[in-house]
């Protein structure tokens, strides 16, 4: 399975851009890289997904390198709401269950301060 | 947007007792549905795959006897936690893909059930 990497927390002022790493070296051609948020005690909320190309929604921006081994997860307008820990996933095949699974990390804890 | 709705939100239960969470998705059909636990200060694990009118797929290290996994209907999967033990007590959270085409998928998940047991 292609694991991922990320700093296990990050500080950012209301306001600015939030900008989260995640490393995934592993990583292989056809594996779509996905980010998913978790907010103390709720299920975790499912936020924007790639595969070659950068990626823009109404929440968030990816950005991935060129060789695929990295991605960065921008939120433009960071508020308190978005205090969270945002997990990079890439996303696998497990033959077994004949299905696409998510396997969570440790995530980033994301802290937006006022 | 798509809803996985989870019931109860939380529960408390005697041990040796069962206790039965449901996951339903409101308005799409799941082929498969996911089990997680989360303990405190901890990531997501995956315990089991549920697909629709067969047997579950347990992760290693996980009970099938234990954890009872029913997925009867493309909308319902249920979690059955049997002679349940302190040890037990955690935040159970179910998802299910909705499906299309390849890539643009994504799991919903429910807002999770935090069981304690007594």
């Known amino acids: 399975d292609a694991k991922t990497t990320q700093p296990p927390s990050m500080d950012c002022a209301e306001g600015r851009a939030a900008n989260l790493p995640c490393n995934h070296s592993?990583?292989?051609?056809?594996?779509?890289v996905y980010w998913y948020r978790q907010i103390h005690s709720q299920g975790p909320q499912y936020i924007i997904h790639g595969l070659k190309n950068n990626e823009t929604n109404e929440m968030a921006s990816l950005i991935i390198t060129e060789d695929r081994k990295s991605s960065t997860l921008i939120l433009p307008h960071a508020t308190l709401r978005d205090t969270a820990v945002y997990y990079c996933?890439?996303?696998?095949?497990?033959?077994?269950?004949?299905?696409?699974?998510?396997?969570f990390g440790k995530g980033t804890k994301l802290s937006v301060i006022p | 947007g798509a809803v996985v709705s989870q019931h109860p939100s939380r529960v408390i239960c005697k041990s040796g007792t069962s206790v039965k969470i449901e996951c339903r998705s409101l308005d799409f059909q799941a082929t498969t549905m996911f089990w997680y636990r989360q303990f405190p200060k901890q990531s997501l694990m995956l315990m089991a795959t549920?697909?629709?009118?067969?047997?579950?797929?347990?992760e290693q290290g996980v009970e099938k006897d234990k954890f009872l996994i029913n997925h009867a209907s493309l909308t319902l999967s249920t979690l059955t936690v049997t002679s349940a033990h302190p040890e037990d007590s955690s935040f159970y959270i179910c998802s299910a893909y909705r499906p299309r085409w390849p890539g643009t998928d994504e799991a919903f998940f429910g807002q999770g059930t935090r069981l304690t047991v007594v």
């Open positions: 549920s697909n629709e009118g067969s047997k579950a797929t347990y």
């Open positions: 996933i890439v996303r696998v095949l497990n033959s077994g269950a004949g299905s696409y699974q998510l396997t």
């Open positions: 592993t990583i292989s051609g056809n594996e779509y």
